[in-house]
């Protein structure tokens, strides 16, 4: 129970949602594409987003980068990060991710107000030749409309 203007108001925590990506060069993982993951419906509070890798990312040449957001804000929860730095079995929270066994959520990635589309985007001077990274959301409609499902 949360408590608003000293009024309780119960939340409804939904989710999880997930979608697992996997980065293939041409397709998903392409340099300048933007790729939808969850697709959102009015208004929703993203309570947790928790990108995990499950498995290294790898480019064929040059530096792809990979930043996680909104259609119309492509870093508003993960900054550009060099691709081949997210590694298998670890945690997405920045862009300089490092192997840990569990950490707290950062606040880029919580208790988020959106309504576009979340998305990742791939950046820097080439494709993503390959990995895999699983995103999991849960959230909150604010709006009678707000909902959020798998792209």
Same mark, same amino acid.
């Given at each position: 129970?949360?408590?608003?203007?000293?009024?309780?108001?119960? +939340?409804?925590?939904?989710?999880?949602?997930?979608?697992?990506?996997?980065?293939?060069?041409?397709? $998903?993982?392409?340099?300048?594409?933007?790729? !939808?993951?969850?697709?959102?419906?009015?208004?929703?509070?993203?309570?947790?987003?928790? @990108?995990?890798?499950?498995?290294? +990312?790898?480019?064929?040449?040059?530096? @792809? $980068? +990979?930043?996680?957001?909104?259609?119309? %804000?492509?870093?508003?929860?993960?900054?550009?990060?060099?691709?081949?730095?997210? !590694?298998?079995? !670890?945690? *997405?929270?920045?862009?300089? @991710?490092?192997?840990?066994?569990?950490?707290?959520?950062?606040?880029?990635?919580? !208790?988020?107000?959106?309504?576009?589309?979340? %998305?990742?985007?791939?950046?820097?001077?080439?494709?993503? %030749?390959?990995?895999?990274?699983?995103?999991?959301?849960? *959230? +909150?409609?604010? %709006?009678?409309?707000?909902?959020?499902?798998?792209?």
């Amino acid at each position: 129970m949360t408590i608003i203007g000293g009024a309780p108001i119960p +939340l409804l925590v939904k989710g999880p949602v997930r979608k697992t990506i996997t980065y293939a060069g041409g397709g $998903t993982g392409a340099n300048a594409a933007e790729t !939808d993951i969850f697709t959102v419906t009015g208004e929703v509070i993203v309570v947790a987003l928790i @990108p995990y890798c499950i498995t290294n +990312l790898d480019e064929s040449a040059g530096t @792809p $980068t +990979l930043a996680l957001g909104v259609n119309n %804000s492509t870093a508003l929860f993960v900054a550009a990060t060099t691709a081949t730095a997210i !590694d298998a079995n !670890d945690f *997405w929270f920045d862009n300089s @991710p490092t192997a840990v066994g569990g950490m707290a959520i950062p606040a880029t990635l919580k !208790d988020i107000a959106i309504t576009d589309n979340i %998305s990742c985007l791939v950046g820097g001077t080439n494709n993503i %030749s390959a990995g895999v990274i699983e995103y999991t959301v849960y *959230w +909150l409609p604010v %709006s009678s409309d707000g909902n959020v499902v798998a792209a």
